[in-house]
């Protein structure tokens, strides 16, 4: 069976009640809050990286700018990228367990209850 034949149908319901849960205003709540977060957050990312790879393909004299020792501003702003990686996911993982999971554990709970 391919993935497009699939419907989500376990313990928790028939495919036509996923289908009315995505439809749902709190799903689609869930989503917008996702969104506000990952959209902005990935861009931003993409940006920062994007700069330090053109730096460090045409502003050669000013990446290797020495900072302190034989540390250069390249070799900062390189060890940066993974700093900011380890903080956008700590921000993410905050947003989510604040803004995303209660919501989502509220959906699940009314899909598997059958609350309407």
Known sequence: MSTTEHTPQDSTGTGHEWVAVQASPDFVELRRRLRSFVFPMTGLFLVWYLLYVLLADYAHGFMSTKVIG???VGLILGLLQFV????????????ANKNLDPKAE???????????
């Open 70 to 72: 034989n540390v250069n």
């Open 84 to 95: 900011s990686t380890f903080a956008i996911t700590t921000l993410y993982v905050r947003h």
């Open 106 to 116: 509220a959906i699940r709970a009314k899909l598997e209850g059958g609350q309407e």
